[in-house]
């Protein structure tokens, strides 16, 4: 049986109306992604910020004399020597088989 006038401007109307909702959805899906994509871009400049002034102490003693780029050369050198010291005294242990590396964090958190 064929559905009347009435009944089919009735499931337009409701068509309509659903395009609507999945238009306002979709705004607020890209209000969302644009609010997630400005944080994301905000914490990666406070993180360069930090990272530039810590930088910057670290090698301060030296002041404007050296080029950024051997102050960086300079700063994964002492990484590198960081991450060896690590390593060795990893694999030395007390009695109580803690290693001498776990005291120095401990000792270290205290300042």
Excluded: W
Excluded at 16 to 24: I, P, R
Excluded at 55 to 64: A, F, I, P, V
Excluded at 67 to 78: G, V
């Amino acid at each position: 049986m064929p559905e009347s006038n009435e009944e089919i401007k009735k499931m337009e109307a409701r068509i309509a109306k659903l395009d609507e909702q999945q238009k306002q959805l979709k705004a607020k899906k890209r209000v969302l992604r644009n609010r997630l994509s400005q944080q994301a871009r905000k914490a990666r400049t406070k993180r360069l910020i930090e990272k530039g002034a810590l930088l910057e102490k670290l090698l301060d003693d030296h002041g404007d004399q050296i080029k950024t780029e051997q102050r960086l050369q300079q700063l994964l050198s002492t990484e590198k020597h960081y991450q060896e010291l690590k390593q060795f005294t990893s694999t030395l242990k007390y009695q109580d088989q803690s290693t001498v590396f776990q005291h120095f964090v401990k000792d270290f958190q205290k300042y």
